[in-house]
């Protein structure tokens, strides 16, 4: 069974910084793209940005120039460094993960994190 823990999230002023890791865990054979997904209240789930297992990475336009996504392949986890967040920002960040174990592969998704930027 594949499970993806986020830690990280919390409350940030406006143009602070906050990091959001991400670790899977399981018997995991290996893990093409992660990511990372956000909803706000009221709003339906959009992508953030992505990385491939090679390093490739895709930004939402709204967090370009100042969100870095990047990941540990050793350690099974991504991060996402969210540099002068915006009050636009706030909602529950998930995780995502595209896992191949020895019998399927399939998207996994964390619980979610908050994240709160104040103004």
């Known amino acids: 069974q594949v499970q993806l823990s986020e830690s990280g999230g919390g409350l940030v002023q406006a143009g602070g910084s906050l990091r959001l890791s991400c670790a899977a865990s399981?018997?995991?054979?290996?893990?093409?793209?992660m990511g990372w997904y956000r909803q706000a209240p009221g709003k339906e789930r959009e992508l953030v940005a992505t990385i491939t297992s090679g390093g490739s990475t895709n930004y939402a336009d709204s967090v370009k120039g100042r969100f870095t996504i990047s990941r540990d392949n050793a350690k099974k986890t991504v991060y996402l460094q969210m540099n002068s967040p915006k009050p636009e920002d706030t909602a529950v960040y998930y995780c995502y993960a595209d896992v191949t174990t020895i019998d399927s592969r399939r998207a996994h998704w964390g619980q979610g994190t908050q994240v709160t930027v104040s103004s």
């Open positions: 399981g018997l995991i054979f290996s893990i093409n793209t």
